[in-house]
């Protein structure tokens, strides 16, 4: 079945009603979008011509259904004027709002607009209060000396967006939910040193961990520390979590609820009446607007002044020098520990076990088990000329997967584009053109590679450049392009998210997502590995298993000695650069676009763009 008729029956069983649509890219990759999504990608004219359109879709996309008024009360900005409502353009729509159930990074942002961890890292590496009162010490008392536990302090008065009150016995509720193997939590790395987590009072909670723990502060921080609200989501704590209403429309304690949420669509929220800082004059209405694609979301904020904020724009660099030129905004570029990479996944994605799981352990991949393989992939991979023509200035070429903060970068790797090297390692390795049709083979084996991402011009351009290469040495490349809600979606039963990998190659970002990477190196071990048993939530999507890292992780989980610790991370990412297990390509910034007319902005990689939306005020 094609990736087209995958995608189509994928949304039919959602019940989302749409003609088939076909379209075409430059480069003659198919594509399948639903109705509610297509609509916004016409107007977009970066890759897409149109092939073949029901003519029925095309009326539907020009001349709509008079709206009620009660549909015109729900369309985005129909109820508040301009200085009233703030604009935010994510072209990868948010699918869920519960961050601890999410694999995407923009469901994280969404969900940030409402939900608040205990604190957060500023871009200079500083720790924020947000619910609590205060940060832990050893000077306060509240940092044990033995490292072996925590307290924190939570503000007086706190309450949900409901009304109810927030208490310690909501951040115990947290850990017992992300916790509970049959909720399926996608964050449960930022909380494995954790033993228990107990209520002192109503206002103070107490996180003990299981030995010595130099991270005392991943859990219950950044993105990944959104509390929950224990009152609303206690009877969707097991297997039904993904069932919880609050899923979709959450409550939380920031300083905006949500009020309507289309998944793949719209986010709308308005003024918290009950947020603890009533000195904030915040706008009355917040619409997270999704879909469409990373140009015009900056066209949006840069050229034309519709939007007040555009996030990730993933942009070829001319072209957003170019509409910042327009004048109605500027481009904000900050580096931190995310990169663009390649994952070569060692499972078969073309076998499946007797219950239907594909990418499975039960089957080693047939070349890429080889390292001499992935080496020569490695070599095959032009990172200078993806970083110049594609990311310029918000783009540096790397050869490391843990790239931030500096001080973990490692010096002891470099990359090299030689094709000449690749083709001797495939040729060591056994894998020659026997039949001489072009493409490499081995025991009746031909080597061929499906090579996914998510739906993006620069992505695909990235994605040509290195198929290029390949097929020059004799490597027969296919191109899977994904919708990126479906791609980032964290929904177990999608077949085509980046955690089930059920493909030979696929390109994204990710890394670390706080100063300290612990939780994003723990990502490379054994248990890590999303399987169909713990609904692939984890985050090892290559499958990698090598006890070797999986020491030096453990040292690491235990060494107070703040430089013995960097250099165990520091060994960690050479062990994977050696086994050639991931091909970094650029460590990527944030990039964002930024409304003249917006002031407080202030970003930074340690978490969401939303993270200080409290603060965003209209010039």
């Not at 949006?300 to 942009?315: E, I, M, Y």
């Not at 843990?402 to 056994?430: C, H, M, Q, R, W």
Request: charged fraction near 25%; aromatic fraction near 10%; proline fraction near 6%.
């Amino acid at each position: 079945m094609s990736v087209l008729s995958k995608l189509i029956q994928y949304y039919a069983k959602r019940g989302q009603k749409f003609e088939k649509v076909y379209l075409k890219s430059e480069r003659q990759q198919d594509f399948a979008y639903p109705k509610s999504r297509l609509c916004n990608l016409l107007t977009n004219h970066q890759i897409f011509t149109l092939s073949l359109i029901i003519v029925s879709f095309l009326t539907a996309c020009s001349s709509p259904k008079p709206e009620s008024s009660a549909t015109k009360e729900s369309t985005p900005g129909a109820s508040s004027s301009n200085n009233d409502t703030l604009r935010l353009l994510y072209w990868q729509a948010p699918t869920i709002l519960n961050p601890h159930l999410s694999q995407g990074i923009k469901d994280f942002h969404a969900s940030r607009v409402t939900y608040e961890p205990l604190a957060s890292y500023d871009k200079e590496g500083k720790l924020i209060p947000f619910l609590a009162a205060q940060i832990p010490t050893l000077e306060n008392g509240r940092l044990a000396k033995d490292g072996k536990s925590v307290i924190w302090k939570l503000k007086q008065g706190i309450k949900w967006s409901d009304g109810q009150p927030l208490t310690a016995q909501d951040v115990v509720f947290t850990y017992k939910f992300l916790s509970n193997p049959a909720v399926g939590a996608t964050t449960t790395a930022y909380y494995e040193a954790v033993k228990n987590v107990e209520a002192i009072d109503d206002q103070t909670v107490k996180i003990i961990f299981k030995d010595v723990n130099p991270a005392w502060s991943l859990p219950f921080i950044g993105q990944s520390g959104a509390i929950l609200p224990r009152h609303i989501f206690e009877k969707y704590s097991g297997s039904n979590a993904r069932e919880a209403p609050a899923n979709l429309l959450p409550v939380g304690s920031g300083p905006y609820r949500v009020v309507q949420f289309k998944p793949g669509d719209i986010v709308i929220y308005e003024a918290n009446p009950l947020f603890r800082e009533t000195n904030q004059p915040l706008f009355k209405r917040v619409e997270l607007k999704g879909g469409g694609d990373a140009t015009s979301a900056a066209r949006s904020v840069l050229q034309t002044g519709d939007s007040d904020f555009a996030w990730n724009l993933l942009v070829e660099a001319p072209i957003l020098k170019q509409l910042e030129a327009g004048g109605k905004g500027k481009v904000d570029i900050i580096f931190g520990g995310l990169a663009e990479r390649i994952f070569l996944n060692q499972t078969d994605p073309n076998k499946a076990t007797k219950d239907g799981e594909r990418s499975s352990l039960q089957f080693p991949h047939p070349f890429f088990s080889d390292k001499r393989v992935r080496q020569a992939f490695n070599f095959a991979v032009d990172r200078d000329t993806i970083t110049r023509q594609l990311y310029g200035l918000t783009g540096r070429a790397t050869s490391n997967t843990l790239v931030g903060p500096d001080i973990y970068n490692s010096p002891n790797t470099k990359y090299e584009f030689n094709l000449k090297k690749a083709s001797a390692l495939l040729d060591e390795a056994g894998w020659k053109d026997t039949n001489n049709n072009g493409i490499r083979d081995k025991n009746g084996i031909e080597m061929k590679v499906v090579f996914q991402t998510g739906v993006n011009p620069l992505r695909q351009k990235t994605q040509e450049i290195i198929k290029q290469a390949l097929t020059s040495i004799g490597v027969n490349v296919e191109l899977k392009s994904i919708d990126p809600s479906i791609y980032f979606s964290g929904d177990p039963s999608n077949p085509d998210t980046a955690s089930r990998f059920q493909a030979d190659m696929q390109m994204l970002t990710n890394g670390n997502e706080n100063t300290d990477p612990g939780a994003y190196m723990k990502g490379w071990t054994c248990a890590e590995i999303p399987q169909k048993k713990n609904n692939w939530s984890r985050g090892n999507s290559s499958r990698y298993c090598n006890p070797e890292y999986d020491k030096l992780w453990q040292q690491s989980s235990t060494e107070l000695n703040p430089k013995k610790r960097q250099q165990l991370f520091i060994q960690m990412n050479d062990l994977l650069i050696k086994d050639a297990i991931v091909i970094p390509l650029v460590i990527k910034a944030r990039v964002s676009g930024i409304s003249n007319r917006l002031t407080g902005v202030d970003l930074t990689p340690w978490d969401a763009d939303t993270w200080n939306i409290k603060d965003w005020r209209r010039k």
